[in-house]
């Protein structure tokens, strides 16, 4: 059984810190990783997609990926209480070309 | 681009009807849409996955002659709640793969709500 694990949280930062999100994965041969937000009440967003091994960068967001490690993480810079939300870590390999998703990390960003 | 469209948001439905969702790709075709439940507090539940023409494969427990599913075209897979009860009361979300990406980005549509009462 292909598992994702991330910690449940709730992890709480004041604003204007540093969120960092993690994310351990089973399958030593996936390729793809993503990491969603969900706002409590709706439905997941896309906000960084990893493939390789290092750092991907996109504004306030960077995603890092350490694949001999088999950990994907996602550093949220200059934190602001609207990043309050539910972070879930997803990672390709699933039986039916799905992704298979974490449980997800509550983060709660305090003005 | 890579916007996917659920109708409807929400429904309210009597115990023993049934209830149909679409999911759209509005932008792109979609290869593959996946359903997922989510109830309160709980994390995304991955229901069945369908591919355009051909039959949807259920996650175990899922029981497929109550969560219809069609996949008719590459841009419109339907999700018919039969006979539903008060516990099929949840947030039923859809999400596609790209055909042409080649990538295992999925896009997820806005939810729907369904209480059955």
């Known amino acids: 059984q292909k598992e994702v694990e991330q910690n449940s949280g709730p992890l709480s930062v004041p604003e204007g810190a540093i969120a960092s999100l993690n994310c351990t994965y089973s399958?030593?041969?996936?390729?793809?990783f993503f990491w969603y937000r969900q706002y409590s009440g709706k439905s997941p967003e896309l906000i960084m997609s990893?493939?390789?091994?290092g750092d991907k960068e996109d504004g306030r967001f960077t995603a890092q990926l350490n694949k001999a490690s088999q950990y994907v993480s996602l550093l949220i810079r200059d934190s602001q209480p609207s990043d309050s939300a539910t972070y879930l870590c997803a990672v390709d390999g699933g039986s039916q070309g799905n992704l298979i998703f974490g449980k997800g990390t509550k983060l709660s960003v305090k003005p | 681009g890579a916007v996917v469209s659920q109708h409807p948001s929400w429904v309210i439905c009597k115990s023993g009807t049934s209830v149909k969702i679409e999911c759209r790709s509005l932008?792109?075709?979609?290869?593959?849409m996946f359903w997922y439940r989510q109830f309160p507090k709980q994390s995304l539940m991955l229901m069945a996955t369908?591919?355009?023409?051909?039959?949807?494969?259920?996650e175990q427990g899922v029981e497929k002659d109550k969560f219809l599913i069609n996949h008719a075209s590459l841009t419109l897979s339907t999700l018919t709640v039969t006979s539903a009860h008060p516990e099929d009361s949840s947030f039923y979300i859809c999400s596609a793969r790209e055909r042409t990406s080649g990538s295992y980005e999925q896009f997820f549509g806005p939810g729907t709500r369904l209480t059955v009462l």
């Open positions: 369908s591919n355009e023409g051909s039959k949807a494969t259920y």
């Open positions: 399958d030593r041969g996936s390729q793809s």
């Open positions: 990893i493939y390789s091994n």
């Open positions: 932008d792109f075709q979609a290869t593959t």
